[in-house]
């Protein structure tokens, strides 16, 4: 653990203030001073507050509905919320770019119903199109972090303030809403963290004009070889998120508090005869749907069809591209040779995540020493360092001297393995904490030694979020693309770069054809985890 | 079968001292429980004899020998859980059978049938433990504790789960079953009645301490402490003063009482302050015994086979319990109470601990 993610820091951070052997600042002041850097450094700060306002913008509603109404399948989108923890960023915004882009479909089909000669909407390549991406991706954390603390308030609480004589309003932002403010702030800062440090989404979404550190960085090592400037921007980045994350683990910790709910809350059906209040609801759930179902549905589509002679023709033509074993130049490598690295490092990560995650969640869920909270800390960091930094970092490391490794692949694999273990922890420990010791002694005291207690009793009890965990991982690994951008050399490629690359090429079908592909695992994944996981992440039912 | 000795044992957790010098003994194939209030470290002590904690000082001696270096695995003493802790991804003869892994020369599949008969369990083989009931499911904590021949039977709360009535007859079943196999049993319970029912020796525990150790009737009728008297079924405990002492021991009631004659049991001086027991079956009403107590009725309350009557005799409230069939009671009625001197017991107060 120590050897695999903080010495590649290490290095990482020497690499950004020791030039032959001398401390300088140089790099590092260079980032301050040039107001390239700063506006890059701001202008990541300030996407990421208002994607995290419109996550709750949207997010807060959808909270509300699943309180206060019922409608049909309610249990599954409930469910769905957890999908933007395993769904492949670059997908999204495959999906984006398809439904929002200039030519996309929502623009075309405008087109066609309002004769319109241009595009009406000019959403992507800008902060906008950055911000409804990422608010795609975590209003549904703000819903499940709000909504499932809002179903267990206790309805007395209103009704005294009723009773009190408040109105409405009141009652919400002087009742409701403080009460919630424990689990909006929790995701908020959550959503926050995540979008300060996405790269795929700004990447592709962003243009030529808008970069974030995580993109700079990018830039600054792949694409001009700056390293040492890379390297000290990614200390900022690293040393800012780490903050970011610190905060967030104190608010956790210091607003998880179980509400249970004396008596279940009323709902009321959706579906009813349509009142102000009603159609409101619906409204806003059409144009929801427009954001969530419609780059997900264009994602499909695309993949099916072909433009051929001016018509549009459904064809199977991509998927069998995407699994051509001959040398594709857009790609610099065989398609097929991707998706078969893809599940070889998912399996790999897979396995060493669990390798890793397994030890450290016994000692959490079951030891109490001294600085547990420190421990915690530097086990979860990877949650809340940049995948960019840490591809760099380990680039650093693993494959330079003096340290190179011989199989390059496996720094991907450990990149991957760090990036997914903090999951396979958080899957495991309540499951474990869940363990009463009675079953445990009475092995033991049936004559088992601590071990073999472990192997007959707790093992078989925590199948299942060791499941949880490993197809987290798994799904985590497959989706992956920021560090292993960093690290990946042609022959490495796996399906999110390829998607990547086919993007940039603007070949959507491919990109689209794999990204299906890629949707369609980590949305079994999801499956998996929803059936099998247990109050993940704060999605308690 | 074996003798289990505590000497001094003490144990802290934290701030918390559960344990503070405990020392007893279960001789072998003896009953003993010990009984007391949640957190009077009754629990721990089971613990600490199973091996899952490890005590600050004092040992603990199986047949004479120190175990504290042995590991759970190694004392060979079955335990029962207060929520039986069966292993919710085994049948219950997997549940009953995992024992006998770790001994040799054990037909397992006999001896899970064996067992399994012998908490009438049989033909449950193959069910899951979350389809039994509550009883059953305590049924098969006891056949899995008893699977693999232990030296020691050690019963943590087993029937708190249970409803009342089935509460008492798996106690008769868990008593008749440790008097056939000959195991040396230590039981915890918190129900004071299950202790005295079940048990050969009770110890009466308070706040990490043994206030008495007894048989129980000794627990019952001669309390060592007011602890006792007041936490092992309904008493009267009444202040009073010794006024003269002879064959028989005068007591002044207090604050206005009579005086009552009471049996002699050690060395009492006149002018001592005394607690005086008097177990509310004890008393009758009107009657001839050589003590008499009056009193105005202040309430009843009707339990089926007896009533409480609860009377006002200047001092504090009395409790006497009378048959079902007593003649027509009245609130406001005075009443004449006898009891003999042979069923009164005097507890010499301790001054509060430090």
Not at chain 1, 104 to 119: A, C, D, I, K, S
Not at chain 1, 122 to 136: E, Q
Not at chain 2, 264 to 280: H, K, N, S, T, W
């Amino acid at each position: 653990m120590a050897l695999a993610f903080y010495y590649p820091l290490l290095r990482l951070f020497q690499e950004g203030v020791v030039e032959e052997g001398k401390f300088t600042l140089k790099y590092l002041g260079e980032v301050f001073a040039e107001p390239y850097f700063r506006h890059v450094i701001l202008f990541t700060a300030e996407q990421a507050l208002l994607s995290t306002l419109l996550a709750i913008l949207i997010g807060l509603p959808w909270a509300y509905i699943f309180t206060r109404y019922d409608f049909p399948m309610k249990d599954t989108l409930r469910s769905l919320t957890i999908v933007p923890f395993v769904l492949p960023a670059i997908t999204v915004a495959v999906g984006f770019i398809l439904f929002f882009g200039n030519n996309g479909y929502l623009n075309r089909m405008l087109m066609e119903v309002f004769h319109l000669q241009g595009p009406p909407l000019r959403l992507l390549y800008s902060l906008k199109g950055i911000v409804l991406a990422h608010a795609f991706y975590n209003a549904p954390i703000i819903t499940r972090m709000v909504g499932a603390q809002w179903e267990r308030l206790d309805l007395a609480y209103e009704e005294s303030a009723q009773a009190l004589g408040a109105g409405r309003a009141r009652r919400f932002f002087g009742v409701t809403l403080p009460l919630l403010l424990p689990s909006l702030m929790t995701g908020a800062a959550l959503a926050f963290i995540f979008c300060f440090l996405s790269f795929p989404i700004v990447l592709a979404l962003g243009g030529a004009r808008f970069s974030t550190i995580e993109v700079e960085i990018y830039t600054q090592f792949i694409v001009l070889y700056h390293q040492r400037l890379g390297a000290a921007l990614a200390i900022v980045e690293v040393l800012l998120s780490l903050l970011f994350t610190y905060g967030y683990i104190l608010l956790e910790g210091h607003f998880t508090r179980e509400l249970e709910a004396v008596r279940p809350r009323p709902t009321a059906p959706l579906l009813r005869q349509p009142t102000p209040g009603r159609i409101i609801v619906w409204l806003f759930i059409a144009f929801s749907s427009l954001l969530f179902l419609g780059p997900l549905i264009s994602v499909l589509y695309d993949s099916f069809t072909r433009e051929w002679a001016g018509q549009t023709i459904f064809t199977l033509h991509w998927y069998s591209y995407i699994f051509k074993p001959q040398y594709e130049a857009l790609i610099g490598a065989p398609p097929l040779r991707a998706v078969l690295n893809s599940l070889q490092f998912g399996l790999a990560a897979m396995g060493l995540a669990g390798l890793i995650g397994l030890p450290i969640a016994f000692v959490i869920a079951r030891y109490r020493f001294r600085g547990r909270r420190a421990f915690d800390t530097l086990v979860m960091a990877p949650l809340g360092v940049s995948s960019v930094a840490l591809g760099a970092a380990l680039l650093t490391a693993f494959l330079r001297p003096p340290l190179q490794l011989r199989e390059g692949w496996l720094a991907i694999v450990l990149a991957h393995a760090i990036l997914a273990y903090p999951f396979v922890i958080r899957a495991i420990v309540p499951v474990l904490e869940g363990l009463e010791r009675g079953p445990v002694e009475a092995a033991r005291g049936l004559g088992a030694s601590r071990l073999g207690a472990f192997r007959d009793i707790e093992l078989p009890l925590i199948r299942r979020g060791l499941l949880v965990g490993a197809v987290f991982a798994f799904a985590i690994s497959l989706g992956e693309m920021s560090a292993t951008i960093m690290l990946a050399r042609p022959e490495w490629k796996t399906m999110p770069l390829v998607i990547n690359d086919l993007r940039a090429a603007r070949s959507f079908g491919g990109a689209s054809a794999m990204s299906s592909l890629l949707i369609l695992v980590t949305g079994g994944a999801f499956v998996v985890i929803e059936r099998f996981g247990k109050r993940l992440f704060g999605g308690g039912r | 079968m074996i003798q289990v000795q505590l000497t001094e044992i003490s144990k802290r957790f934290g701030e918390i001292l559960a344990v503070k010098d405990i020392s007893f003994t279960a001789e072998e194939g003896e009953f003993l429980t010990l009984v007391g209030p949640s957190g009077c470290g009754k629990t721990t002590i089971l613990r600490l004899i199973a091996g899952f904690e490890r005590p600050d000082t004092g040992d603990i001696l199986f047949d004479g020998r120190s175990v504290l270096k042995d590991p759970p695995e190694a004392r060979r003493v079955g335990m029962v859980f207060q929520n039986y802790a069966l292993f919710p991804h085994m049948s219950v003869g997997g549940n009953v059978a995992y024992g006998l892994r770790f001994r040799r020369g054990i037909d397992r599949g006999e001896r899970v049938h064996e067992l399994l008969q012998l908490v009438d369990l049989e033909g449950l083989e193959r069910r899951d433990p979350a389809e039994l009931s509550a009883g059953q499911r305590q049924r098969v904590a006891l056949a899995r504790a008893l699977a693999p021949e232990p030296k020691l039977l050690l019963l943590d709360e087993p029937l708190s789960a249970l409803d009342a009535k089935l509460r008492e007859r798996l106690r008769l079943e868990i008593r008749r079953l440790q008097r056939r196999l000959k195991i040396t049993a230590i039981y915890v319970t918190h129900d004071q009645e299950e202790a005295l029912a079940i048990s050969d020796h009770v110890a009466v525990m308070s706040t990490g301490r043994i206030e008495q150790l007894g048989t129980p009737w000794e627990v019952y009728y001669r309390p060592a402490t007011e602890f006792v008297a007041s936490f092992i079924g309904h008493g009267n405990l009444l202040a009073g003063v010794i006024t003269e002492v002879g064959d028989k021991v005068k007591v002044k009631l207090l604050p206005e009482g009579p005086e009552v004659l009471v049996r002699m049991e050690r060395d009492y001086r006149p002018g001592q302050e005394v607690r005086l027991l008097l177990r509310p079956e004890r008393i009758q009403l009107n009657g001839s015994s050589e003590n008499k107590l009056h009193g105005q009725l202040r309430g009843v309350e009707f339990l089926g086979d007896a009533l409480w009557a609860y009377l006002d005799c200047g001092g504090d409230e009395l409790r006497v319990k009378l048959p079902a069939l007593s003649p027509e009671l009245e609130e406001g009625q005075e009443l004449e109470l006898s009891f003999s001197s042979q069923d009164c017991h005097l507890i010499i107060p301790s001054s509060p601990r430090g």
